[in-house]
């Protein structure tokens, strides 16, 4: 793969200024060195004290230095730093800038399609959870890097109260025309303006930034997660069921649908820019999800809201 030129100095040496381009692949769990042109030390450590970052390269001797990560699309983050640095500190930071979606919601009701379709792929279901005050409950499936939850209402009254109104969740649920997808995304910011969320179920004056173009009931609800890992990182992850139990791995692809009337909102476009979401015009709300499997195949998972 490709990782583009190391930086050189005016004589075309790498120059006294250390530096160095790292070519990685994220799959949820790990990053795999897959190319690297180098002018300085590599050296491969395992971070045992923090999982998150367990297989990832660490450079030593760098002051300054080009992270390449490739999901899907290559994206770049610039480091910049003292001698004195820690080197793992320095690729957190670089990881910290990046962005990944965290997991997807449908609004479902009791006779929806997605139940069938759940069932028909094999999921296997991970946890199901209420939501005290906002007045739903969920089921969720989880894969290595993301995971899949319907999302239902059980109370209307707390559903339209004042601390969740602003998400129009009864309004997405039973409106035809709205879109009944969510996209939660972590690590980085969008810089796209957002709101703070503070559902009753949460710890005290603790928040989730929701995307303000999400008001418009035409586009998903965009948020950002209160997971900063991927769920098989996760402390409860050996506890958790998760899709290697049907066979299935990680999501390497997301394609997601709005209806042609529908142009894109600029946080969408953000996640399209920086994540492994794609987006493409259809006749109505859709999910595709591309999932990789034990025997190599993927699978291509639809999900529609309609």
């Not at 800038?97 to 069932?119: G, K, N, P, Q």
């Not at 290595?144 to 997405?172: C, G, H, M, V």
């Not at 996209?183 to 503070?198: E, K, M, N, Q, V």
Request: charged share 20%.
């Amino acid at each position: 793969m490709d990782v583009g030129e190391v930086p050189r100095s005016d004589d075309g040496s790498c120059g006294s200024d250390k530096s160095v381009c790292l070519s990685a692949f994220l799959t949820g769990h790990h990053a795999e060195l897959c190319d690297v042109r180098f002018a300085a030390t590599l050296v491969p450590e395992c971070l045992h004290e923090n999982p998150a970052w367990m297989y990832l390269p660490l450079v030593r001797g760098l002051r300054r230095g080009t992270f390449f990560v490739r999901s899907h699309r290559w994206h770049t983050a610039t480091i910049s730093r003292r001698p004195d640095d820690d080197p793992r500190q320095q690729l957190k930071w670089a990881l910290e800038s990046m962005i990944e979606i965290d997991h997807l919601f449908l609004l479902v009701h009791e006779d929806s399609d997605a139940w069938t379709r759940i069932d028909q792929a094999g999921f296997v279901e991970s946890y199901r959870r209420q939501h005290p005050g906002q007045g739903t409950e969920n089921v969720c499936y989880c894969f290595d890097n993301l995971y899949l939850e319907l999302l239902w209402l059980t109370d209307t009254q707390q559903a339209t109260s004042r601390p969740i109104a602003r998400t129009k969740l009864f309004e997405r649920s039973s409106t035809p025309r709205a879109c009944p997808f969510g996209i939660a995304y972590r690590g980085d910011d969008l810089s796209t303006p957002h709101w703070p969320y503070r559902p009753p179920y949460l710890a005290a004056g603790a928040s989730l930034p929701v995307a303000t173009d999400s008001d418009d009931l035409a586009q998903p609800l965009i948020f950002k997660s209160p997971h900063g890992i991927a769920p098989i990182l996760r402390e409860s992850g050996s506890e958790v069921p998760l899709q290697r139990a049907a066979g299935m791995t990680a999501a390497t692809r997301i394609t997601f649908r709005l209806p042609r009337s529908v142009p894109p909102s600029d946080s969408l476009l953000e996640l399209e820019q920086r994540t492994i979401l794609e987006l493409e015009p259809g006749a109505s709300y859709e999910f595709i999800l591309e999932i990789q499997t034990a025997h190599g195949q993927p699978l291509n998972f639809q999900l529609s809201g309609a």
